[in-house]
């Protein structure tokens, strides 16, 4: 497939600048049956969509820093007043007002643990993940919400202890800059490309 | 910790009562090469006219607005999917609308379709649900299902939404399980019952005459689920026709009330925040003190362990339908059988059994359409179409599909529409030797739940005989 000249956006004022190609446009083949019966056609496409993180872009911005960003209500008249939101919310899912950023790095190395956990060797197309997968849903001392993601070394058990790891060498600012090893995992042991932090 | 107000808990009014008139499905099977999703649609609607004996044409000129049911359109690869259907079945110039929430999708269908003949606006609308997942290999409809995860958040992590589930699977199982190997065989049992009476059923996709050692040597999709204990994925439609009281008896001389209700949880199951336990009419404020004795770690909740949004649903149906008692106001149930394990979730949420005891459902033989044990009918049979795991999971089309064939029991007509020979040679299907009629006898009220995903929609559609009325 050639995808030179793939497109990059910047924005400039307010404005999507976009640069390149962001489609690709194939030819269509025929489906047949074993008589050669015309069933139906293939329709292959190569788009790159365009996504805006929002109010979220701090914590995919910290991720490649080595940052576990999560947010705080703030509002004194809201019951969830001092709550903290990872995944990180923008507003507070009580009262909307908008969160304060927290950040969660230093508990999130002192001591998270794994609520449940789960193992498949079974992915989507687009899976970049080595397999198996492990997933892990952790929870963090004075959080309500609980976490998903990755472990990269080791058996996930629920109550083990895991700290975050991060993609801060070549970050891809998603979801996978994010990383979980068990406690006491040595820095020479991590994954290509990720560190403590 | 999430607490309700006294108004968002109030028990849903209807401005009239809402009746179900009838109802028809297609074949479901994994792919339909030599067929449209029109014509799926249409055999399903034909069905539906020919069990009140009036033309398509005859039942058409009865629809005033028409919900359609279509979870993906990434799958059908056709945005306002909706709008295609609609002319292909000839309802221009009527309104139509499109409704998705994921696996739930089939019973919101049904909700906005009987709210619109309970508010008034319409006196006989047009439910109508379908499905295309063949016309990607299977690890991309994997992808474009796990699209309906967040994603940002969790879709980049597989792209595999039974990873998504199987945390809770995971969670239920050790401190609900407890890790044995006694529960690990009950859920087995679901399996096996599922598509056992699915063998029975001309639509099904997944009949198999297995044992639970068959389920228990299947491949590991993600401990403890193996492949045996999940659900099909599927190609297929299914209609209803639901009307007010006078025009329901200007078509049939037997419809059945119908009440709709529904529930939703977050998205992504990391924001699940605690609350109490919302009670149902057969709970009382004391019985769960002890669960996290009882179950270690089985005191959060919801957790990762309970569907909220089943429990919500479950809470505003049985206010409107005056079910006290699911177990002994109901004759016969269709759960949303997307995993053996969520199953057992299920029957906790919506009041089968209490909370940590789901097991024991399947484990008494009530769910069976015939004890196993006594031999004498089940008291609460669950899934006799062979549910997800046995019949199908066309997404738009499942919680219809569910709806009719909790109907046909209380119609009496279940035989009719599962035994004859002509419907499996039409569908090229063998019948078995030792076919079964699975109708329950003197079946007079019903429950259908249909639920998305992690739990972020459910709907319970209620079906009662109008002389078995409780309220």
Known sequence: MNIENRGTVRVENGRYRFNGKFHYAYPNNPIRNEDGKLMGVTNPRDVTHVHMYGGEAPFFEGLGKGKL?????????????????????????????????????????????????????????????????????????????????????????????VVPIFNTVNPTYTILDLSWVPAGTDESELPEGFTFG | MIKFSERQLKIPQMQQPVYLVTGGMSKFARSFPEKRTEELVID????????????????????????????????????????????????????????????????????????????GYSDCVLAMGWERM????????????????????????????????????????????????????????????NRGYARMNPHAQGPMKITVEDVLNSPVVANPLRALDCCLMSVGAACAILCDEKTAFELTDNPLLIYVSAGSHTLRVADRRDME???????????????????????????????????????????????????????????????????????????????????????????????????????????????????????????????????????????????????????????????????VEDAKRGLAISHAGVGSHVTATILIHPDHQLI
């Open chain 2, 134 to 193: 063949d016309e990607v290999p299977t690890d991309e409809g994997n992808h474009y299902i796990a699209s309906a995860a967040d994603k940002d958040w969790e879709t980049p992590l597989g792209h595999i939404y039974t990873g998504y589930y199987a945390v809770m699977a995971q969670k239920y199982w050790q401190v609900f399980g407890k890790e044995e190997e006694s529960f690990r065989r009950t859920m087995a049992e679901i399996a096996v019952k």
């Open chain 2, 277 to 439: 336990i919302p009670l149902l009419p057969n709970e009382s404020p004391d019985q769960y003190t002890d669960l996290g004795e009882r179950f270690p770690g089985g005191d959060r909740y919801p957790g990762f362990t309970g569907f909220l949004a089943a429990r919500m649903a479950a809470y505003y149906g049985y206010g409107m339908a005056g079910i006290v008692d699911p177990t002994e106001d109901f004759d016969l149930v269709e759960l949303h059988d997307a995993f053996t394990i969520s199953d057992i979730q299920t029957y906790e949420d919506i009041g089968i059994r209490p909370y940590g005891e789901g097991r024991s459902y399947v484990e008494s033989g009530d769910c069976y359409h015939t004890n196993p044990f006594t031999n004498q009918p089940g008291k609460l049979p669950a899934n006799l179409s062979g549910g997800l795991i046995g019949n199908m999971h066309a997404v738009g089309a499942t919680g219809i599909m569910q709806a009719i064939e909790v109907g046909q029991h209380i119609w009496g007509r279940w035989a009719e529409m599962h035994e004859d020979q002509s419907k499996w040679d039409r569908f090229g299907r063998t019948k078995p030797d030792d076919w079964t009629n699975l109708q």
């Open chain 1, 69 to 161: 960003l999560g947010t705080r209500c703030i509002n004194p008249d809201c019951d969830a007043n001092g709550s903290i939101f990872i995944p990180f919310r923008i507003h507070c899912p009580d009262c909307l007002s908008k969160n304060e950023i927290v950040d969660m790095t230093g508990t999130a190395q002192k001591g998270a643990t794994v609520h449940t956990f789960m193992i498949t060797e079974r992915t989507g197309a687009f899976n970049t993940l080595p397999k198996p997968i492990r997933f892990v849903n952790v929870e963090f001392e004075g959080v309500p919400t609980i976490l998903m993601g990755n472990l990269a070394i080791g058996e996930p058990k629920i109550g083990m202890k």
């Open chain 2, 44 to 119: 399903s609607f034909v069905e539906a006219s020919e069990f009140i004996d009036k033309s398509p044409a005859e039942l058409k000129k009865y629809i005033h607005s028409c919900y359609y049911g279509h979870f993906a359109d990434h799958f059908g690869d056709q945005l306002l999917g909706e709008a295609v259907i609609h002319d292909r079945l000839g309802l221009d110039p009527l309104g139509n609308v499109g409704i998705k929430t994921g696996g739930a999708t089939g019973g919101s269908t049904l909700w906005e379709a009987f709210k619109a003949v309970a508010s």
